[in-house]
């Protein structure tokens, strides 16, 4: 039999090392996101969202907590970029991004994007390829607007910080036209109250939204595998429909 003594410190190393095994078994079940704080009804300053509802929902089918770090949209490309955090939300899997993060194969969801101009002021045009040369087209900083629009050479994009600055700048007519995503547009200009005085305009692209993971995160690729899988589970489920039905009925 062993001395008192040395039995005492056998155990203590054991729970030493049973407690260390727990911790990092916590750590690879938990993934940090930068999730943007201006794009309701997907994602809002209070961390909430349908996109936090479908990211969490996800990932817990796979047995992964998600810690959602709130912060602008172009902060968050920054922190996933330089591996600050584990991924960020809301992205499109286009030319630029695809360079410079790791995408799944299930897109979250897809949401379509249009001109918008005031009412008092409006451009009347077929189509975006007819918006006039010179046009002041307000966009957000960091956002993706499908590969078309770098062929809109004759278009002066304004960038800004957030949806406000962008309806007020077209409110005082300091721009012509924004480009908003409808559902996105719905909710910041009914929260305002000048869903009358602004109106859509022209189809700019119909946007297919991501999580995109960090190229510096070597589980990355594994991440992505865990997302979609647990969206085809909550797919399978009718939980995916479920979330969306606030919006996909409008």
Known sequence: MLPSHLVKVITAFLLLLTSLHVNADNRNNTIHLA???????FADHDGKGLSHQLINGAFSRV?????????????GLVMAKKGLVDGVFNLHKEQGT??????????????????????AHPIMIADKWAIPPGTRVGVIEGYEYGDELAQLTQLKLIQVANHHQLINLLLLSRIDM???????????????GVEQVIGKSVHNHTGILYVAFSKENPQAIHYAAMLDQGLRELKKDGSY???LASITSD
């Open 98 to 119: 695809e360079n410079q993060f790791i995408f799944g194969e299930e897109p979250l969801f897809s949401t379509q994007a249009s001109f918008y101009h005031n009412n």
């Open 35 to 41: 999730a943007e704080d201006n794009w309701a009804p």
């Open 178 to 192: 924004v480009i908003m995503y409808d559902q996105v547009a719905k909710q910041y200009l009914n929260q305002m």
């Open 241 to 243: 429909n479920r979330i």
């Open 63 to 75: 047995n992964i907590d998600v810690e959602s770090t709130v912060v602008s949209y172009a902060r």
